[in-house]
């Protein structure tokens, strides 16, 4: 069993920038594979990184470049660095952890982008 606890969400001017943190507790955090995950109002939960036990990164098309993913083993937290942020990046962002067939979720962060 793992939880989740997910920070550092709020308002941000277009273009500025913001850190979210995910907290894990209950198990052996480095074994795990962590991702953010986003749901906008009306929209589906769409994935938006990943950083695999190994360090290996991955992003979606739409924050490549501008978000940064990272984690820190000995914290049991994962990170969400986001630059640039644009009016669409507006969204609740869950944190989840994964590991064979097991899968945990946070209770979410929300980020509104708006001037």
């Known amino acids: 069993q793992v939880q989740l606890v997910e920070s550092g969400g709020g308002l941000v001017q277009p273009g500025g920038s913001l850190r979210l943190s995910c907290a894990a507790s209950g198990s052996i955090f480095s074994r795990y594979a962590m991702g953010w995950h986003r749901q906008a109002a009306g929209k589906q939960r769409e994935w938006v990184a990943t950083?695999?036990?190994?360090?290996?990164?991955n992003y979606a098309d739409s924050v490549k470049g501008r978000f940064t993913v990272s984690r820190d083993n000995a914290k049991n937290t994962v990170y969400l660095q986001m630059n640039s942020l644009k009016p669409e990046d507006t969204a609740v962002y869950y944190c989840?952890?994964?590991?064979?067939?097991?899968?945990?979720w946070g209770q979410g962060t929300q980020v509104t982008v708006s001037s």
């Open positions: 989840r952890a994964t590991y064979t067939t097991l899968a945990y």
């Open positions: 950083i695999t036990s190994y360090g290996t990164s």
